[in-house]
């Protein structure tokens, strides 16, 4: 029995096993048609393009693992990335941090409107982040309008807020360092508190969670609002990457976002996958897009290949859990018979 | 026995459910180091009181108390936190976590910083499964285990929990009797140890073994509560019944015809191996078996809902072909399924559309139904059923359990089938509606319709059948005719003994 469970948790780290390799193989397909993919420049880019991508795609994973989804995530990056340029425009000289815990903040009160919604009023997550996407949106446009604010572009924000988005740190840019903390923070708290393991028990049984006493709505609700808090993050960072908001900031952003964590392993129906796994989803999906172009394939592609690896992922997924089962049925046959004779 | 003192009493409990009163006046006690049976038919309350117990539902009227303090149990997380653990029916495992996490949900050992300390919880997991003897890996994930070691992971749970007051509703139904003995002992180690058990379970030698006092309920309101060494077995079921056993099945003579239904060495992978069987005209078979044997999915696989991987089912003659419901229903195939609010009634319609719904065609035409025809083939059945309802256009969700039962009949019979198959059909049904849907069937069967019966009541399946056959872990290990079929008989097949 204790070889079974060695094999199926191997079933589990071959997941970010598997991203690995696909990293690897589309890396090297580019490597060899452009060797400058694989610079140092070039791996900087890489990790760069998939920091923000992959903060959001942690955030997400929280919430898949709860049997929720939360699809207002491109808005919410918006409204925030908007809210950073607003107040760089009434103050060039607002202090970056203020601007960041603003951001968060707004973040987070976007995750508790969704969470209330989820966990509270009961209605299904997939309704109500499909509302909250279009009003956020909406309320970003409104306040763009209402401020008469088009576009807040670079020269506006002050050069520390532009040096945290294209900054390094011993070649690693900040982004990438930031994403990387949130990682490991969210990795261990998965693992390591009573709080993370109820969002997986709620996610692989809720009435079983129900009846082991677990705060099923506060623990759906909390992980909204860090989620949001995450985005909120996402959205400041966005703007100090960029250098240029408008409204319409992060559109269509939460697709992406969606199809990294599925890719990442994490189950759409909730109790299984990583936040790392996740996370690795988002780089090769951004890496994979990088890479096209680099291949010799158009551009427009690239929405049709993430699409194709979303579904060799859950194909796989599907393939995995066949196989998983028979054997556990083949199992408890042979354990049948053995008791029978 | 030492114990006196009561760590739970329930006083003159009230529960309804919309319109069913589910608990009428229900006093309880439990005492310290105690086993204490809770027994009653299906229907008679039980889950309600073990609900109530675990803090899943309030009760409307009257109180509970712990350690003679009126207590409100406002959830299930506040019953635990008074040392209260409910093992249920169906154990409910979250089967993408291990075994040692699901044991410790909710309340895992934590080292320096509220961290979950890992080493610990696998060690105290491995502990508890050593002392109930059991090997069970507590770094696996729970899918796949069996029922049994799933049973065994939620007694785990309310050992974990230092649980002092511990229901367990019918933990052995699933159980083979070495793994039922298994959990006897655990039981009185524990009752030794000062806890108070409920027990609740339909082997009645299984309650006269484990408990010192039983508590019997019947219609949601208490019957009596007696030490069991003063009841004997005919006192405890008629209080269960309320009426002597006999009655409330009918008798009947009966002279099986041909052969209506013929299943040969059906199969489906992993589920069920070589059944046969046949069911005649005129006859009613009963499928007996443990929850979790196979008896509905073979239903399901000769019905045609469930592809099936081999083997032959023959209606009057005709093969059926894998997979196809529709041919299955042509031929002349009926299944009343087992849970009738999911899948036998549609219960917001009225009960005229729910009775009509299998036979449209014969109620319209070019396609569009015929109001007045409905009606009429509708208030035909209604009549010969028997069934209890203000208007044919009430929602079928208004009428009660039994009733609803007798729609479901109903809106099978209206396709003159020549088998029947009904998956426990008198589940949660009072029994005074119980002897109405005896009746029925026994009715249908001297019309010459094939009865297929599966049950979980062992009275209901020796009362009602002429044959039965009993299942285990997916293979037919018995097939008895009614002179053979006793309880231990059908008890010792159902457990894997053999023939």
């Not at chain 1, 990293?23 to 397909?29: D, E, H």
């Not at chain 1, 997550?125 to 576009?151: E, H, I, N």
């Not at chain 1, 709505?217 to 993050?233: D, I, K, P, T, W």
């Not at chain 2, 309310?158 to 039981?187: G, H, K």
């Amino acid at each position: 029995m204790s070889t079974q469970a060695t094999r199926t948790r191997g079933a589990f780290a071959g997941r970010e096993l598997g991203i690995v390799i696909a990293l690897v193989a589309v890396v090297g397909a580019a490597t060899i048609a452009r060797p400058s993919f694989l610079s140092a420049q070039g791996l900087h880019d890489l990790f760069l393009n998939a920091s923000i991508i992959a903060l959001l795609a942690v955030g997400q994973t929280l919430l898949v693992i709860t049997r929720n989804i939360d699809l207002s995530v491109g808005s919410v990056m918006g409204l925030t990335a908007f809210l950073s340029g607003q107040m760089f425009l009434n103050d060039k000289d607002t202090p970056v941090i203020l601007v960041v815990l603003a951001g968060i903040a707004l973040g987070a009160v976007c995750g508790a409107v969704n969470g209330a919604l989820v966990a509270i009023a009961k209605v299904p997550a997939l309704v109500v982040t499909l509302g909250t996407l279009y009003v956020f949106r909406g309320v970003d446009y409104a306040w763009a309008s209402a401020t008469d604010v088009q576009q807040v572009n670079a020269y506006q924000m002050s050069p520390e807020f532009l040096s945290l988005g294209s900054g390094s740190v011993l070649g690693v840019p900040n982004l990438t360092l930031i994403a990387l903390a949130v990682l490991a923070v969210a990795a261990y708290g998965l693992h390591n508190y009573r709080a993370g393991r109820e969002l997986y028990a709620i996610g692989s049984n809720p009435d079983a969670a129900r009846l082991a006493g677990i705060p099923s709505g506060r623990r759906v609700f909390g992980a909204f609002v860090v989620s949001g808090a995450l985005v909120g993050l996402g959205g400041v960072l966005h703007a100090a990457y960029f250098g240029t908001i408008n409204a319409s900031v992060g559109t269509g952003e939460e697709l992406s976002v969606v199809a990294a964590v599925v890719v990442g392993g994490v189950a759409i129906f909730g109790g299984s996958g990583t936040v790392v796994g996740a996370a690795l989803g988002a780089l090769l999906l951004t890496t994979v897009t990088s890479a096209l172009p680099v291949l010799g394939v158009p551009a427009f592609w690239q929405r049709a290949v993430d699409g194709a690896a979303l579904l060799v992922a859950i194909s796989l997924d599907r393939a995995v859990m066949l196989r998983l089962a028979a054997r556990l049925r083949e199992e408890r046959g042979r354990r049948r018979a053995g008791g029978a004779t | 026995m030492t114990a006196t003192r009561p760590l739970l009493e329930l006083r003159d409990v009230h529960k309804s459910f919309d319109a069913v009163r589910a608990l009428r006046g229900v006093s309880l006690e439990l005492l310290a180091g105690e086993v204490h049976a809770l027994a009653g038919e299906n229907g008679a309350g039980k889950s309600t009181v073990v609900r109530i117990i675990g803090g899943e539902h309030r009760p409307d009227a009257g109180e509970l108390l712990l350690d003679g303090e009126p207590t409100r149990l406002r959830g299930p997380r506040e019953a635990q936190r008074h040392g209260i653990a409910v093992i249920h029916q169906e154990p409910s495992q979250f089967p993408d976590l291990t075994v040692a996490e699901n044991v410790f949900m909710g309340r895992q050992p934590l080292r320096a910083g509220r961290r979950i300390d890992r080493a610990a919880m696998r060690a105290r997991t491995a502990e508890l499964f050593d002392s109930l003897g059991v090997p069970i890996d507590p770094d696996r994930v729970t899918r796949g285990l069996s029922i049994a070691d799933q049973q065994i992971i939620e007694i785990a749970k309310a050992l974990a929990a230092e649980a002092r007051i511990i229901v367990m509703d019918e933990p052995t139904a699933a159980l083979s009797t070495v793994e039922a003995e298994r959990l006897f002992r655990v039981a009185r180690r524990l009752a030794d140890g000062g806890a108070a058990l409920l027990f609740i379970s339909h082997r009645l030698e299984e309650l006269a073994a484990l408990c010192q006092r039983v508590t019997v309920l019947r219609d949601g309101a208490l019957v009596t509560t007696a030490m069991m060494a003063d009841i004997d077995r005919e006192t405890l079921v008629r209080s269960m019944v309320g009426r002597d056993v006999e009655l409330l099945f009918p008798g009947r003579e009966h002279e099986p015809g041909e052969d209506a239904l013929v299943v040969e060495g059906l199969t489906r992978s992993g589920v069920f191996h070589d059944v046969s069987f046949t069911v005649r005209c005129g006859e009613v078979v009963g499928l007996a078996g443990l929850v979790g044997s196979g008896r509905s999915e073979v239903a399901r696989a000769v019905f045609g809902v469930d592809e099936r991987d081999a083997g032959t089912v023959t209606v009057a003659g005709r093969p059926l072909r894998t997979g196809d419901p529709r041919a299955a229903i042509a031929a002349g195939l009926a299944m009343v399924p087992e849970d009738r609010r999911e899948q036998g009634l549609v219960l917001d319609l009225s009960i005229e559309r729910n009775a009509t719904l299998a036979r449209l065609r014969a109620v319209s035409r070019l396609g569009v139904v015929r109001r007045a025809r409905e009606r009429a083939v509708a208030g035909e059945w209604a009549g010969r059923l028997g069934l209890r309802f203000r208007r044919l256009g009430d929602p079928v969700a208004t009428l009660s359990g039994g009733n609803q039962q007798k729609v479901v009949l109903g809106k099978w019979l209206a396709t003159e089938p020549a088998v029947l198959i009904v998956d426990e059909p008198t589940r949660g049904i009072d029994v005074g509606a119980k002897v109405e849907v005896h009746a029925l069937l026994a009715d249908l069967a001297a019309r010459g319709i094939a009865v297929l019966m599966i049950s979980s009541e062992l009275s209901e399946v020796l009362g009602m059948a002429d044959r039965v056959l009993v299942m285990h872990e997916g293979r037919l290990t018995a097939e008895l005719d009614r002179a053979e079929a006793t309880e231990e008989a059908v008890m010792h097949a159902a457990t894997g003994g053999g023939p």
